[in-house]
């Protein structure tokens, strides 16, 4: 069956067993999400007429729940719904401010710090730690281990979502190496904006500092280098954990993370909704950041 979803007074029909955030993603609406696995919280709506399906509010606050917040990335909707985006009093706890201090000037702290993070040059060179890496072998193999074990961890995987595994080691590898050493080999883009869409809380990056940690013992790295390598990577940890996404900078300009473009196609592809032909020369709906397209079919259900 397919049910009716209302949003900002217009009305959509969901798919069987498709999720709210497919239907949005398909329909082109712009709609906040991060990891769509249900970490994140980046997707949370408010259902207005229905309590929502229990398992689109599994780890939500139980003041969430009463007001029946829910996850859309997980949300299979078994009735028809009417839902709208958090109200931002809902999604923010009382602080107390420092006398004087103004929202304005806490935004402009924050963004200080990010402009901060941009121009940072990265720590100095490690040769004892490239040493013990024979040269990269056994880096090779530490990654490999590594992101064997995140492609198949429930919370980090959502994070790799469309990029191969070898693809993301040749990477990370190309990164370290150039960190390690000083040579100029990695040519991919900086941690900050590398990460920019990705909502990583700092439970995430502990999580994850852990099993790298569970791979660097067991490869045997000595207990100084795995505190220098861990090190290493706290450097960059502001560039990386937030609480919302933010645009990439390029060349000094950001450039928006989120939102569709209308596209006509150079080359033949499949619709990554309905998995349809797209062929040379329809139009097609493109996300941005995803890089997902959307046949003309699928955008008029």
């Known amino acids: 069956m397919m049910y009716a979803i209302r949003y900002n007074n217009k009305e959509y029909r969901c798919r069987q067993g498709e999720t709210i955030l497919e239907l949005c993603l398909r329909n082109g609406l712009t709609v906040p999400f991060s990891c769509k696995a249900g970490i994140c919280h980046v997707c949370l709506m408010r259902s207005l007429n229905d ?34 985006l958090p109200k931002p009093e809902d999604m923010t706890t009382q602080a107390v401010l420092v006398e004087k201090e103004t929202q304005a000037d806490i935004v ?84 900050r904006n590398g990460h920019h869409w990705m909502v990583i809380t700092e439970e995430i990056f502990v999580y994850r500092e852990a099993l790298m940690e569970k791979a660097l013992l067991q490869y045997g790295l000595a207990p100084h280098l795995i505190q220098r390598w861990l090190a290493y990577e706290a450097w960059y940890k502001e ?29 033949a592809t499949l619709c990554d909704s309905c998995e349809g032909e797209v062929n040379i020369g329809d139009t097609v709906r493109y996300h941005v950041r995803m890089g997902t397209v959307y046949c003309e079919k699928c955008t008029k259900l």
Not at 63 to 76: A, G, P, S, T, V
Request: glycine fraction near 4%.
């Open 51 to 84: 309590s929502p399906p229990s398992i689109a509010q599994k780890g939500l606050k139980d003041h969430l729940k009463e007001k029946r917040y829910f996850k859309i990335c997980q949300c299979i909707p078994d009735k028809d719904m009417e839902i709208s």
């Open 108 to 191: 402009k702290k924050v963004e200080n710090k990010q402009n901060k993070s941009v121009e940072r040059s990265p720590p100095p060179p490690d040769p004892e730690m490239w040493n013990a890496m024979h040269n990269g072998e056994l880096l090779k193999q530490i990654l490999t281990t590594f992101y064997t074990w995140v492609f198949d961890d429930e919370i980090l995987k959502p994070y790799f979502v469309g990029v191969t595994k070898q693809r993301l080691i040749e990477k990370v590898y190309s990164f370290l190496y150039q960190l390690f050493t000083g040579k100029k080999v990695f040519f991919g883009e900086r941690p």
């Open 239 to 267: 560039d990386i954990v937030k609480q919302k996404p933010f645009n990439k900078v390029l060349f000094g300009e950001e450039i928006p993370y989120e939102g569709f473009e209308s596209l006509i196609m150079d080359v």
